[in-house]
């Protein structure tokens, strides 16, 4: 009488035909993906290297618009002073430095008037906001974690922003 089911020597041989398959599905990658110091290794690095600059640069760039609302408006400067540090330690963590102030005039948003300056602000948190966690999607995982962290954080400062442009005075 012939047994049915599943036997121990079908079962070793499956798994064996199950373990061949997954060695050789391994070996037939294709070659764009290169061991350590490769093409695609440098191509990763050069992709962070300009996400982590464009971060830096729209960091400076907000870091300069508190500095010149809060030079045009000095009622809002009790208010910006702690987001705009914190916008300067995101700078310092995505590697960037701040620019000396330059003397300049504030820009037309800024002499406005407070709540104006103060919403334009938010909205310029909220838009580099929305570009960070756009980037999340081709970044490195250290990367994308410390995009991922300012993000929010911007995203915070834009709430933030936008009630004390509320409260402000007109």
Known sequence: MRRTG??????????GAF??????????EPETRTGPGGTDAR?????????????????ASLLSRYEQVAAAHPVTEPGLAPLGAT???????????????SGSPAPPAAAAGARAA????????????????????????ELARLLAS?????????YLLTELAKETPA
């Open 87 to 101: 916008v300067r330690e995101h700078l310092a963590a995505l590697g960037g430095r701040a620019k000396a102030p």
């Open 118 to 141: 103060l919403s334009g602000l938010a909205a310029e948190e909220r838009r580099v906001a929305d570009a960070r966690a756009a980037a999340l999607l081709s970044a490195e995982p």
């Open 150 to 158: 300012i993000a929010a954080a911007g995203a915070a400062h834009a």
């Open 6 to 15: 599943t036997t121990r020597r079908s079962a070793l041989t499956a798994t």
């Open 43 to 59: 191509a990763a690095s050069l992709r962070t290297g300009a996400l982590r600059a464009a971060a830096a640069r729209d960091s």
């Open 19 to 28: 373990a061949l398959g997954a060695v050789l599905t391994g070996c037939g």
